[in-house]
């Protein structure tokens, strides 16, 4: 079992910043990547980023691509998501998960942890 813990959601105005962590614990040894989903209201769940454990490849969402910085401290098992020039379209519960898979995979059904969510919401 690995257990995901988010933290770092909140309200901001539109043009601002916040920064996600998740910080994982367990039985982490084989974990492949690590990512951040996100949820917004009457929507399905949707790929935001990934980054693979072992050689920090990173994986982004074209519509986060250029703003949104996916980062990982090994020591501390924790995958963090800066997210700056945020829009009210980035509003949504945002989800930290676990790949076990042997490559990369956005199919969220391969995706074996998820965290309970943390809620980011961006005011016009």
């Known amino acids: 079992q690995v257990q995901l813990v988010e933290s770092g959601g909140g309200l901001v105005q539109a043009g601002g910043s916040l920064r996600l962590s998740c910080a994982a614990s367990?039985?982490?040894?084989?974990?492949?990547?690590m990512g951040w989903f996100r949820q917004a209201p009457g929507k399905e769940r949707e790929f935001v980023a990934a980054?693979?454990?072992?050689?920090?490849?990173?994986f982004y969402a074209d519509s986060v691509k250029g703003r949104f910085t996916i980062s990982r401290d090994s020591a501390k098992n924790t995958v963090y998501l800066q997210m700056n020039s945020l829009k009210p379209e980035d509003t949504a519960v945002y989800y930290c998960?676990?790949?076990?898979?042997?490559?990369?995979?956005?199919?969220?059904?391969?995706?074996?942890?998820w965290g309970q969510g943390t809620q980011v919401t961006v005011s016009s």
């Open positions: 980054i693979t454990w072992s050689g920090g490849s990173t």
């Open positions: 998960a676990t790949l076990f898979f042997g490559r990369m995979t956005f199919t969220q059904s391969q995706w074996t942890y």
């Open positions: 367990g039985r982490t040894f084989g974990v492949y990547a």
